[in-house]
C-alpha cells in the first residue's frame, strides 16, 4: 500500500482542509503519516511555514492545497 507523508503543524486551517480532502480519497488506497515539523528542527527548517507538504517516497506532491489529480494519478501508476 502507498505511504503518503503530510508536514502539518497543530492549528494550521491549511494543513486541516488537506486532511480532511485527503483521508477519504486515501480509503483503502494509501497510508497517511502526519507529521509536526514543530517537533523536529529538519522538518521545520526544510519547510518553515510552507506548510502543508504532501509528498511520497521523500518526493513533493503539492503544498498549501491538495492536488487531487497528482494524487489520483499515484495511484492509477501503482506508485
Not at 513533493?60 to 501503482?78: M, P, Q, S, T, W
Amino acid at each position: 500500500m502507498l505511504e503518503l507523508v503530510v508536514y502539518s503543524r497543530r492549528g494550521c486551517h491549511l494543513c486541516d482542509d488537506l486532511l480532511l480532502e485527503l483521508e477519504p480519497l486515501c480509503r483503502g488506497r494509501a497510508n497517511i503519516s502526519v507529521r509536526d515539523v514543530d517537533t523536529n528542527p529538519d522538518w521545520a527548517e526544510l519547510y518553515g511555514e510552507a506548510v502543508p507538504v504532501l509528498c511520497v517516497d521523500n518526493q513533493e506532491i503539492c503544498r498549501y492545497h491538495l492536488d487531487r489529480e497528482a494524487v489520483l494519478k499515484l495511484f492509477a501508476a501503482g506508485a
